[in-house]
């Protein structure tokens, strides 16, 4: 079955960049929506954005301006570049396959905590 | 974007109770909508998805219903391992939005 892991830095400071990679095992990454979602500690669930495996990318708006997704089919992996961080950014970051219109995210990393602070 | 909103956001329930959350869209989402469950420590589960269907290996005590605008989680008869959040959210249109979850607890 299909498994995914997220690695990267958990302590960024701030005004610089957020780098996170996620692994998927069990599978190819060759088809389906490759994602990013991200989780305060004790709050809801927002979606960073996603990637095709052609690469083509669609980004949250409140986002957009400092959000880079990429692919590498080779290594069966996919990546979050988050610039400019502040604390807001604090947060539990999961990556998630799927998300196609009408269906779900199915599976999910079990997560990775990215805390912003000098 | 979408706004997502779920009521009630925490219930307290007992084990057998039959339990149901709400979830609104601001716009019609058609049958575009999941949900989940996440318990403290864990990644969200995917439970229903198109509004209807059972992922593979959810207890069938679990049931979502509706279209446009409203649906509803229904847990039939909670056990004790569905004490936990759940969350809706939708899968029209990017970005995809989530509600803000609803915590089940015991009475």
């Known amino acids: 079955q299909v498994q995914l892991q997220e690695s990267g830095p958990g302590l960024v400071k701030p005004s610089e960049t957020l780098s996170l990679t996620c692994t998927v095992s069990g599978g190819s990454i060759s088809s389906y929506y490759w994602n990013w979602i991200r989780q305060p500690a004790g709050k809801g669930l927002e979606w960073i954005g996603r990637i095709y495996n052609s690469g083509s990318t669609n980004y949250n708006p409140s986002l957009k301006s400092r959000v880079t997704m990429s692919v590498d089919t080779s290594k069966n992996q996919f990546s979050l570049r988050l610039s400019s961080v502040t604390a807001a950014d604090t947060a539990l970051y999961y990556c998630?396959?799927?998300?196609?219109?009408?269906?779900?995210?199915?599976?999910w990393g079990q997560g990775t905590l990215v805390t912003v602070s000098s | 974007d979408i706004q997502m909103t779920q009521s009630p956001s925490s219930l307290s329930a007992s084990v057998g109770d039959r339990v149901t959350i709400t979830c609104r869209a601001s716009?019609?989402?058609?049958?575009?909508l999941n949900w989940y469950q996440q318990k403290p420590g864990k990644a969200p589960k995917l439970l229903i998805h198109a509004a209807s269907s059972l992922q593979s290996g959810v207890p069938s005590r679990f049931s979502g219903s509706g279209s446009g605008t409203d649906s509803t989680l229904t847990i039939s008869s909670l056990q004790p391992e569905d004490f936990a959040t759940y969350y809706c959210q939708q899968s029209y249109s990017t970005p995809r939005t989530f509600g803000p979850g609803t915590k089940v607890d015991i009475k």
């Open positions: 998630a396959r799927g998300g196609g219109t009408g269906s779900g995210f199915d599976p």
């Open positions: 716009q019609s989402i058609s049958s575009y």
